[in-house]
């Protein structure tokens, strides 16, 4: 059994930051990459971040220069350091891990944090 959970979230004024964590536990046996997706009221899940086991980074557009994703691969955490935010960040964050177990290759997803930026 995996488990995804992600803190951090909160309430920020715009131009603030926050820092998100995702941390993946169970039978792990290799993560390939780990990533955040971010969900608005009335919009479909959309990608934020990601970030393989090498540190190959991906950044949606609107988050480029603001967001830095990073991962710990020994204690299976990823990061989303969130700065400048503006109040189009806010939404529902999930933590997602592409990742093996002795039985199979998947995606995994965390519960959420919810991030509101207010003006």
Not at 2 to 13: A, C, D, H, N, T
Not at 32 to 54: D, F, H, N
Not at 55 to 81: C, D, N, W
Not at 90 to 100: F, Q
């Amino acid at each position: 059994q995996v488990q995804l959970v992600e803190s951090g979230g909160g309430l920020v004024q715009a131009g603030g930051s926050l820092r998100l964590s995702c941390v993946a536990s169970g039978s792990i046996w290799n993560i390939y990459s780990m990533g955040w997706y971010r969900q608005a009221p009335g919009k479909q899940r959309e990608l934020v971040a990601t970030i393989t086991s090498g540190g190959t980074t991906s950044y949606a557009e609107p988050v480029k220069g603001r967001f830095t994703v990073s991962i710990h691969t020994a204690t299976k955490m990823v990061y989303l350091q969130m700065n400048t935010l503006k109040p189009e960040d806010t939404a529902v964050y999930y933590c997602n891990a592409d990742l093996n177990t002795r039985l199979r290759r998947g995606d995994y997803w965390g519960q959420g944090t919810q991030v509101t930026v207010s003006s």
